[in-house]
């Protein structure tokens, strides 16, 4: 079982940035897929979850209306469309995956990816 996140890098305030979630050696469409992020000094933070059981997705206060999450058709991959992004957006990003989507919401997921950094800055 594998996560790949990737898609981070450096952006200034405003511009956009695209991640990826490639999930090998599982059927992704019995699971549901999370995003978290952890900024330097400070603690690990939900930001969304799709389940992909019912078709449903889920954000974090902080970044609803500017992020979008999403998965291909194909159903091997959850992305995370970031728009208007901020300086407080910079963090490492992490995906996970649970067969149980409330365990991607509370950071206790049974598979984690490694992390893409994002930076925003100017």
């Known amino acids: 079982v594998q996560l790949q996140a990737s898609g981070g890098g450096l952006v200034q305030p405003g511009g956009s940035l695209r991640l990826s979630c490639a999930a090998s050696?599982?059927?992704?469409?019995?699971?549901?897929i999370g995003w978290f992020r952890q900024a330097p000094g400070k603690e690990r933070e939900w930001v969304s979850s799709?389940?992909?059981?019912?078709?449903?997705?889920y954000y974090a206060d902080s970044v609803k209306g500017r992020f979008t999450i999403s998965r291909d058709a194909a159903e091997t991959s959850v992305y995370l469309e970031m728009n208007d992004l901020k300086v407080e957006d910079t963090a490492i990003y992490y995906c996970?995956?649970?067969?149980?989507?409330?365990?991607?919401?509370?950071?206790?997921?049974?598979?984690w990816g490694q992390g893409t950094q994002v930076t925003v800055s100017s």
């Open positions: 799709f389940d992909f059981l019912g078709n449903n997705v």
């Open positions: 996970a995956a649970d067969t149980g989507l409330w365990a991607t919401i509370t950071g206790n997921p049974q598979y």
């Open positions: 050696g599982f059927t992704v469409n019995h699971y549901a």
